[in-house]
């Protein structure tokens, strides 16, 4: 997914340093990263993590405390948000509702003073890219959720920004349509060519859509990197924690070498798996995500007995929860055969899982 | 199901004793005052019933001696003058409410309840007290006059008190609190995203003010003008303290028909005409406010 984005990559957004205290409150601690063009960037994070603020600070609502933010290479630090060529996706959607659909579209391409014929061309051109060219003339409260969302994406895409800010835009829809708008998102933005700033607290959404993630945890970049990276590869316990489901079991390191630990861990094995942030004699866990546990076990990897202790039905896959020798572990096995037995509660099994596909983080 | 057919009934007995209220307080005594409008005036006061539409000619004509009519303005001077100076009250409580009302609103919540209180704190006073306090201001020997002479300014600003300005200054006071509070609400409901939204689709803010802001707060400021002109139309205590009887309004022309002119039937008359046209004037609000509804629920 990733393979087609061009190189070298000029640089959209440029976060400096950037930093914000509400009063005694340190909402996000300094960050510095860069948003490249034509790019679908996420900050994800839980609530409280200081995303919501970073994608102000863009738009210009709020003042950043220190650092500077830089678009297309220029320095907007003193720019009002009107003169800011960014445009936002309220969670809210924000449309105005004395408005038609049309006015509201219309609405930023008046105050660039486009002429008149330009406007109405480009309002039925984003109203039909967002496929509700026959509403125009309506007003907002006549409209579903999902249809007020693809008018917020009209409005805030039809004066061309240079990055467009999305704010939770799928948070207020349920599920089945915040699924469908997940690939209309995806669609746009590589129709348009127009670089997203996306925010989400949905972990989920954030793999799905993303060309990279930049994942934010007490106010601080916890890690920046492709969807693949961040679930691979997490750079500590919070974003393995944070970003999909994983089974986290003490580990004491033994020895170290390079990007490799050697550790023990309590199902009384000893192996060799990638690390980061690990020492010797330090407190580390073991990341292992639950479908790269093998049941029943495969030769080769370690393994272990256990016993079922709860089995979760899923359609597409079963979630068995197995106690592995005083250790819970969590395993998601695909049904990929019609009708497969399903394991029982109380049954003895063995389980296994390679020395590749558990971390070792250092805590 | 029962119970839904049931509750109108209830619904009806619950409201008896409002509607009982209106009956005694509103609709008898509207009933007298229309019944006063159609009778003859008394010899020494009063009336007599008699009926007769003799009152309401006489608010737009004089009725000779051999009893032809002739056209006579100065009662509609009258309606004239109050309907500007309602309007003018209006207009500017308008512009002065609403900087007001947003200042109030961009505060923190305690400051807020601290202001609002602030505005509504004329009304613990009597209404006499405070458009008395104006003549202390206003007069001749008063607060502006003194101030002006103690500065070497002018000794003669000539007077202030008795003038139209001296009405318009009392009845900007006295309504302003009925604009400031509708105005406030409608600005408090006011989605601070849309004004975000504004901003960032290249809005400046006097866009902002005049295309998002101002027509969503339409509905206070309708309301706010409905609760000042209205009241204006029938002031009576600013045009007799603050105007002097000189220039008379609407409200001291009725008062003065029931007092010392002892014309029941011609007060009772312009009484009436008065609630008429501001009845037309509420009703045409309404099916406006609600055809507007309709259109927009419509699809």
Known sequence: ?363 | MNQRLRLPSWNVLGLLPAQLIMLLTLIIPVGIIILVSFSTRGPYGGFDYVFTTAPYKQILFNEGWSGELEFNPQYLIVVARTVILSLATTIICLALSFPVAYFISLQKTSAKMLLIYLVTLPFWVSMIVRVYSWIIILGNDGVIAKALRALGITNNIGSLLFTDTAMLIGLVYSYIPLMILPVFASIEKLDPALVEASHDLYGSRLTTLRRVILPLCRPGMVAGAILVFVPCLGAVLEPVLLGGGKTMMMGNLIQLQFGAARNWPLGAAISIVLMCAVMIFLLWRGIHAMRKEGRENGA
């Open chain 1, 1 to 363: 997914m990733n393979m087609s984005r061009p190189a070298p990559q000029k640089k959209a957004v440029e976060i400096k340093d950037v930093s914000k205290a509400f009063g005694n409150f340190q909402a996000l601690k300094p960050v510095s990263f860069d948003i490249y063009e034509n790019e679908f960037f996420t900050l994800l994070g839980p609530s409280g993590c200081g995303k919501t603020t970073l994608l102000r600070m863009i738009a210009g609502f709020e003042q950043p405390s220190t650092g500077e933010i830089a678009l297309r290479g220029t320095n907007i630090q003193s720019l009002p948000p009107h003169k800011r060529r960014v445009n936002t996706v309220f969670q809210s959607y924000a449309l105005f509702p004395h408005m038609t659909l049309e006015q509201n579209v219309a609405f930023g391409l008046e105050n660039l003073g486009w002429p008149k014929e330009r406007r109405t061309a480009r309002v039925t051109d984003m109203l039909r890219l967002v496929h509700m060219e026959k509403f125009a003339s309506r007003k907002p409260q006549q409209l579903s959720g999902g249809q007020r969302q693809r008018i917020a994406l009209a409005r805030a895409l039809a004066p061309e920004p240079e990055v467009l800010l999305l704010d939770e835009p799928l948070s207020a829809l349920d599920l089945k349509l915040r699924q469908a708008m997940r690939d209309e998102l995806r669609t746009l933005q590589r129709q348009t060519g127009i670089t997203f700033v996306f925010v989400t607290h949905d972990q989920e959404e954030a793999l799905d859509m993303s060309d990279r993630i930049c994942v934010l945890g007490d106010g601080e970049i916890q890690q920046l990197g492709t969807p693949t990276d961040i679930y691979e590869e997490p750079s500590n316990r919070f974003v393995a924690d944070f970003i999909g489901e994983t089974n986290f079991l003490d580990a004491e390191v033994i020895s170290l070498d390079g990007d490799r630990a050697t550790v023990s861990i309590p199902l009384g094995v000893t192996l060799n798996a990638p690390q980061k942030r690990a020492t010797v004699g330090g407190k580390a866990v073991m990341s292992i995500r639950p479908e790269k546990i093998s049941l029943p076990s495969q030769d080769g990897q370690i393994a272990t007995e256990g016993t079922i202790v709860g089995a979760n039905y899923l359609g597409g896959y079963t979630h068995y929860v197995v106690d592995a020798k005083g250790t819970v572990l969590r395993v998601s096995k695909r049904n990929s055969r019609s009708r497969d037995r399903t394991l029982e509660v109380g049954q003895s099994v063995r389980l296994s899982f390679a020395a590749e596909s558990a971390r070792i983080l250092g805590t």
